[in-house]
């Protein structure tokens, strides 16, 4: 529902080393995870603080909740240098599907291109990457306008009661309305 992505299991080390080094990411950068539910969000993720209306308001959708992560992540590799993730419940079928063939794991994702370069709206855009995948699911054209290679919008609500937008992709109106709808506060309200 936002830019073609790359997907791994997020709980495999190997998996994730090589995900890193497909992209050429820097391990320091964090990658967030796909999820089919907010059962699975809650599971992987520290939300008791975020409710339910709220999250069905914000998900599934083009938009990662960014919160504590649980222990139901244990991957050292997965973002070693932050206690967060990034959770995404992408409105997409195919991937929700894919979530529940992957036997209830989370699947660590990051947009199919090199780190650096734009985003992917078809396959043929990250075309040097194939011989390096396992597999890839063409969907067509996903997006039309470069606004759409934006991604999704990153939000972190960690806080209780605060947000802070990490990235304003493609849903920040949208997302900005929930979440002043539900009384949250910019970090910036709080000082932070």
Do not use: M
């Amino acid at each position: 529902d936002t830019v073609y992505g790359l997907a791994c299991d997020a709980n495999n080390e190997k998996a994730i080393q090589n995900l890193y080094k497909i992209k050429g990411r820097d391990f320091h950068k964090p990658v967030a995870i796909c999820v089919k539910d907010l059962h699975d969000l809650r599971k992987y993720g520290e939300a008791e603080h975020l409710n339910d209306s709220l999250l069905d308001q914000l998900l599934p959708g083009p938009i990662t909740v960014v919160i504590e992560r649980s222990k139901h992540l244990s991957n050292p590799l997965l973002n070693p240098t932050t206690s967060k993730v990034g959770i995404r419940i992408p409105n997409f079928q195919f991937i929700q599907q894919l979530c529940k063939i992957f036997n209830e794991q989370p699947l660590a994702l990051t947009s199919a291109n090199k780190s650096s370069e734009r985003s992917s709206l078809n396959i043929n855009e990250f075309k040097s990457l194939w011989p390096l995948l396992g597999a890839i699911f063409d969907a067509g054209e996903v997006g039309l306008t470069e606004e759409r290679r934006s991604a999704s919008t990153v939000v972190d609500l960690a806080t209780p009661g605060f947000y802070k937008i990490v990235r304003e992709g493609v849903a920040l109106k949208q997302t900005l309305d929930i979440l002043h709808s539900h009384g949250l506060k910019s970090y910036e309200s709080k000082g932070v």
